[in-house]
């Protein structure tokens, strides 16, 4: 456990005085109950995956107070929403609205801008509205994890699935407005979701889809409605909050196998990325599947780096092969975990063409499951891809005393070239700040997310500092080289969101003029995402 005292005292918001802060915190717990509106001014404990904090960021890798909230709210229902939202227009405040705030890596439940009261939607709305087994559809609010979601199911005993991302304990609804992935076929979180209902940042309500039409019960069945599909605008974004969404589930498909191949050299990756585009374009692969860089598989076994090397800077190729010798998978720099589903025939099919294309590498191995221990990481992949949610993956959090972890996360076409350059930006700025390279390749189709975790001890300031100027270096490096990040920690969201500047910013002012629009008063999560209302724009909040 981590436990930071407090410098700064409380974090009033910006261009309101304490007492006037003060007294309308005060009138809050008046409307919505004393229990529900609580002061964010103890020390900031840190705590664990399972006991995260909504106070602030458990990684914040610059002054730990800077994205501190000043308070957290919980409302119970859409109407206690609403009555938040204006309550912070009458009084100027910012909110930053959370389902369960366990976004880690990319700020976990902080806000962008230090002093906002954090609407924590999760803890009292966390119901299951519907799962309908005929469809394969769910209806859920903020607060319904992978987890609960996963069991609910279980407990109704349908034979559906629910896709989890690596760790099961976040929210579907947050998850899914960051476009988080999973790795069923049903991995695209936000291509599955069908149907929101939002709350607007004046406080009006609205539906998206089918759920506008009074009566309908195609919500979640047919996403696009009738006119523009507004859904968009409300993921990624400080537009809106979401109440409520829908989503498509997989039916069960009758068995699942998870395989594992090892491939030897560096460049292999060039030759084993263009072997999986056509085969996952054609649903041969599948599964979202994973590429891994050999580091992460050592790491994942939840021992300290110390335990395989003393030295300073990124763990040496030829210490790392001789650790990797010593488990049953043996000598290799990149690792497949893909998932074929459907009965035996059905699999052995499709299994026997991906073996014929990867064996086509040379020193390819393919490694039998039954030779592996109980406690070997394949098993974590196995269960994850059979839509069962884990949390096994945050064992590599071990590697370093104080463990945080910021991801960097590029998108590139699922194409050789690209992910050799990509691979080779991260790993040119990784030794030069002396940080070890946990690289994974995820295949979404025809791209993949270059996700890779940066690892470091919070309570070293030295380390935090090269953290973050091996991120902005990486996120500028990637940007001349054409690539962009489907997704960053709130510190870098300005720097990303400049990357995306085709044709004088064009984006980025279409966004602002939506901002502008939809929140005049510019209370909504100031900030999310690069984009900054009016009254905040140009001030010095962009970093
Ligand atoms: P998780 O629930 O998976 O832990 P978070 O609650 O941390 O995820 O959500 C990730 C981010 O998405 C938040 O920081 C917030 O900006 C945004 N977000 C999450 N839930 C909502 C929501 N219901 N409405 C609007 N924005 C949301």
Do not use: K, Q
């Given at each position: 456990d981590f436990l930071t005292p407090r410098k700064r005292g409380l974090a009033i918001p910006a261009g309101i005085g304490r007492s006037e802060f003060l007294k309308a915190i005060e009138d809050l717990s008046h409307t919505l109950g004393k229990e529900h509106v609580v002061l964010n001014d103890q020390p900031l404990e840190d705590g664990w995956?399972?006991?995260?904090?909504?106070?602030?960021?458990?990684?914040?890798?610059?002054?730990?107070?800077?994205?501190?909230?000043s308070a957290v709210v919980y409302p119970g229902n859409v109407p206690d929403v609403q009555l938040v939202v204006k309550w912070a227009n009458k009084h100027l405040i910012p909110l930053y609205p959370i389902s369960m705030g366990r976004n880690l890596g990319y700020g976990g439940a902080a806000p962008r801008v230090r002093g906002s009261v954090i609407v924590d939607l999760g803890k009292r709305m966390n119901k299951i509205l519907d799962i309908n087994p005929d469809d394969c559809t769910c209806l859920v609010e903020p607060g319904v994890s992978f987890y609960a979601l996963y069991e609910e199911i279980q407990k109704k005993g349908y034979k559906i699935w629910v896709d989890t991302p690596d760790l099961g304990g976040g929210s579907v609804i947050g998850n899914t407005l960051e476009h988080g992935v999973g790795y069923t076929p049903y991995g695209d979180h936000w291509g599955a979701h069908s149907g929101l209902e939002v709350v607007l940042p004046t406080g009006d309500l609205l539906r998206t889809g089918m759920g506008a039409l009074p009566g309908s019960d195609a919500w979640q069945t047919f996403p696009y409605g009738f006119g523009p599909i507004s859904d968009g605008i409300f993921s990624q974004s400080n537009f809106g909050i979401v109440t409520k969404m829908g989503m498509a589930l997989m039916p069960d498909p009758g068995g699942d196998e998870t395989f594992l191949y090892t491939f030897q050299n560096e460049n292999d990756l060039l030759l084993l990325v263009d072997i999986v585009r056509p085969l996952r374009i054609a649903n041969i692969l599948e599964n979202v599947a994973q590429i891994r860089h050999a580091t992460i598989e050592i790491a994942v076994s939840g021992k300290r780096r110390s335990e395989y090397y003393e030295g300073t800077g990124p763990i040496p190729n030829e210490v790392l092969q001789s650790h990797l010798e010593k488990t049953p998978i043996g000598k290799c720099t990149w690792v497949y975990y893909g998932t074929s589903y459907g009965p035996p025939h059905v699999r052995k099919y499709k299994m026997d063409i991906v073996h014929q294309e990867f064996m086509k590498i040379p020193g390819a191995k393919r490694i039998d499951p039954t030779s592996l221990p109980k406690s070997h990481y394949y098993w974590s992949r196995a269960k994850i891809a059979a839509g069962q949610p884990d949390f096994?993956?945050?064992?590599?959090?071990?590697?370093?005393?104080n463990g945080g972890h910021l991801g960097f996360s590029p998108v590139s076409p699922t194409r050789g070239p690209d992910v050799l350059k990509l691979w080779k930006i991260a790993k040119q700025r990784h030794d030069q700040y002396g940080i070890d390279l946990f690289m994974t390749f995820v295949v979404g189709m025809r791209e993949l997310h270059m996700i890779n975790l940066v690892v470091y001890d919070r309570g070293s300031p030295e380390r935090r500092k090269a953290v973050e100027k091996c991120m902005r270096l990486m996120i500028d490096d990637a940007a001349k080289a054409g690539y962009g990040e489907y997704r960053t920690h709130l510190l870098f969201q300005d720097q990303v969101a400049r990357t995306y500047n085709w044709n004088d910013n064009a984006l980025m002012k279409f966004n602002e003029k939506l901002k502008d629009a939809l929140d005049p008063n510019g209370i909504?999560?100031?900030?999310?995402?690069?984009i900054w209302p009016e009254r905040y724009r140009d001030r010095g909040w962009e970093i």
């Open positions: 995956y399972m006991e995260h904090p909504n106070t602030h960021d458990a990684f914040m890798i610059m002054d730990g107070e800077e994205t501190v909230s096994e993956e945050l064992s590599y959090m071990n590697w370093v005393p909504l999560a100031p900030g999310r995402c690069g």
